[in-house]
């Protein structure tokens, strides 16, 4: 049974930082890219990160791109969402997921997370 699980969510204020991690069982954890969405309230999920199975090739959101930073560590079954000078509107439900390609489309995923709530106060 595979199972990725977030953590690292909560309620900072804007400028501040959050690290996400996820971790993997039951599944070969270096066979896939790992990918991070997010969802606010009456959106869609969108994409905000992903990494390669071997974490040398990473793609972001063009609204995140050099404040977050995706990482893994395939030793520990891990995968981490750095995210720096936080605006209000990042506020949303982020999860992880995996996948078959760092550039693969959001339907192409195939194991999620449960999600973790991030708050971004102004």
């Known amino acids: 049974q595979v199972q990725l699980v977030e953590s690292g969510g909560g309620l900072v204020q804007a400028g501040g930082s959050l690290r996400l991690s996820c971790v993997a069982s039951?599944?070969?954890?270096?066979?896939?890219?790992m990918g991070w969405f997010r969802q606010a309230p009456g959106k869609e999920r969108d994409f905000v990160a992903a990494i390669n199975w071997s974490g040398g090739s990473t793609n972001y959101a063009a609204s995140v791109k050099d404040r977050f930073t995706i990482s893994r560590d395939n030793t520990k079954k891990m995968s981490y969402l750095q995210m720096n000078s936080l605006k209000p509107e990042d506020t949303a439900v982020y999860y992880c997921?995996?996948?078959?390609?760092?550039?693969?489309?959001?339907?192409?995923?195939?194991?999620w997370g449960q999600g973790t709530q991030v708050t971004v106060s102004s």
């Open positions: 039951g599944l070969t954890f270096g066979n896939y890219a």
């Open positions: 997921a995996a996948g078959p390609s760092f550039r693969g489309r959001i339907d192409e995923y195939r194991y």
